[in-house]
């Protein structure tokens, strides 16, 4: 029996989802999360054999999320679900070390073939996107590499939605002062000294949605 983890802040989505996969043979969702980091903690705990998750989350987004998963639960293969084909997110995710990229606009039947390739240990990229992922490739030096560690990433994404420095504290667990020193090392690795070059940027890098 494969077990999943669904992730996803929509919950009609989420409930769909669980009723597909819980009807198809061999499969048992054995948790739901509706938020980013809640979802890193539940897999955490259950230690799935894969993690549908979604790109698009407040909070913590589905990149960054599979990061985390992949060092609290390397045993899960995790599978992404987005309604994003940009190249910037498809190429996030590939170096994120997802082992699928499903589309939501495809039929149901594509997020259970890549449950099934995912299980059988293979990548699994929803049609069209492996054309995507050949052109970012060769004109990826229009993309630099992100220097920026985990924890500024999520400081990043809670700015670049709206939040203050204290919510950014209070919503990650730490100190107003560490939330301060996350934000000025981050735009100093960025040089970007504006919040709204630095919302451009998380646009760019996947991290939110235009």
């Known amino acids: 029996m494969t077990k999943i983890v669904v992730v996803d802040d929509h919950l009609i989505l989420l409930d769909g989802v669980k009723k597909l996969l819980d009807n198809e043979a061999g499969c048992e969702v054995v948790g739901q999360a509706t938020d980013g980091r809640e979802g890193v903690e539940l897999i955490k705990r259950l230690k799935p054999d894969i993690a549908v998750v979604d790109i698009t989350m407040p909070g913590l987004n589905g990149l960054d999320a599979a990061k985390a998963i992949a060092k609290v639960s390397p045993n899960t293969r ?10 910037p997110y498809v190429i996030e995710a590939l170096e994120a070390g997802v082992h699928g990229y499903v589309i939501k606009s495809q039929t149901a039947g594509d997020l259970l073939r890549a449950i099934k390739e995912v299980s059988a240990d293979r990548v699994y990229l929803s049609p069209g996107i492996s054309r995507i992922v050949i052109e970012a490739y060769r004109r990826k030096g229009n993309l630099d590499a992100d220097p920026l560690t985990l924890r500024e990433r999520e400081v990043l994404q ?8 204290k919510q950014v504290a209070a919503r990650l667990g730490i100190s107003v002062k560490t939330a301060e020193s996350h934000r000025t090392r981050l735009m100093n690795k960025l040089d970007i000294h504006d919040t ?9 890098r996947g991290l939110i949605s235009a």
């Open 158 to 165: 809670l700015i670049a939605e709206g939040q203050k420095t």
């Open 78 to 87: 995790t599978i992404l679900l987005t309604m994003h084909r940009e190249s």
């Open 196 to 204: 709204a070059s630095l919302v451009r940027y998380a646009i760019r």
